[in-house]
Antibody, heavy 122, light 110 residues
């Protein structure tokens, strides 16, 4: 059974850097074709894809947020970390991490973590 | 990268069929067979319903089906049930090696 859980601060100040950790079980990020992605959802709004890291350390970023995002993995700890710099109130959202496996479901996300709400406010 | 275009809302009665469209460009929906659909109930994480345009993950009822024509993908739900009431999002791989989501569609079961 694959599970993922997001952790990190619930409140950050404007201009600060957000660091979120996704801790997972039930799969290995050293297995060919496997990846972990980050997606966010502002309250009452649509999903927005942020970043994706694959087993071979291939990293993909949202073109509109690329300059602010960094995604890394720690295979030994079964963790993926997302950092987002220069946080702004418009970045207030629920942040999700999700599993991806090309050979199983192409470029899609399944399952997802429960999400963590991050509020940006002074 | 602009979000894919979905209708804001659709509705149908129990037992009926509905279709949700997802319109992109030749750089995303039209260019790749990596279109996915997700169901999200209020306060819950999204759930994958369709991947690679028309494939259903294990456990997803066959009432859910997907298709694509040109730059537009579609999700059809037949035999509508009360529990299908939710928000639905499409997504696609893009020529920028990225992923883009649609704006979401609220399905109301009357």
């Amino acid at each position: 059974q694959i599970t993922l859980k997001e952790s990190g601060p619930t409140l950050v100040k404007p201009t600060q850097t957000l660091t979120l950790t996704c801790t997972f079980s039930g799969f290995s990020l050293s297995t060919s074709g496997v990846g972990v992605g980050w997606i966010r959802q502002p309250p009452g709004k649509a999903l927005e894809w942020l970043a994706l890291i694959y087993w071979n350390d291939d990293k993909r970023y949202s073109p509109s947020l690329k300059s602010r995002l960094t995604i890394t993995k720690d295979t030994s700890k079964n963790q993926v970390v997302l950092t987002m710099t220069n946080m702004d109130p418009v970045d207030t959202a629920t942040y999700y991490c999700a599993h991806s496996e090309i050979a199983v479901a192409g470029i899609s996300f399944d399952p997802w973590g429960q999400g963590t709400l991050v509020t940006v406010s002074s | 990268q602009s979000a894919l275009t979905q209708p804001a809302s659709v509705s149908g009665s129990p037992g009926q069929s509905i279709t949700i469209s997802c319109t992109g460009t030749s750089s995303d929906v039209g260019g790749y067979n990596y279109v996915s659909w997700y169901q999200q109930h209020p306060g819950k994480a999204p759930k994958l319903m369709i991947y690679e345009v028309s494939n259903r993950p294990s456990g997803v009822p066959d009432r859910f089906s997907g298709s694509k024509s040109g730059n537009t993908a579609s999700l059809t739900i037949s035999g509508l049930q009360a529990e299908d009431e939710a928000d639905y999002y499409c997504s696609s791989y893009t020529s920028s090696s990225a992923v883009v989501f649609g704006g979401g569609t609220k399905l109301t079961v009357l």
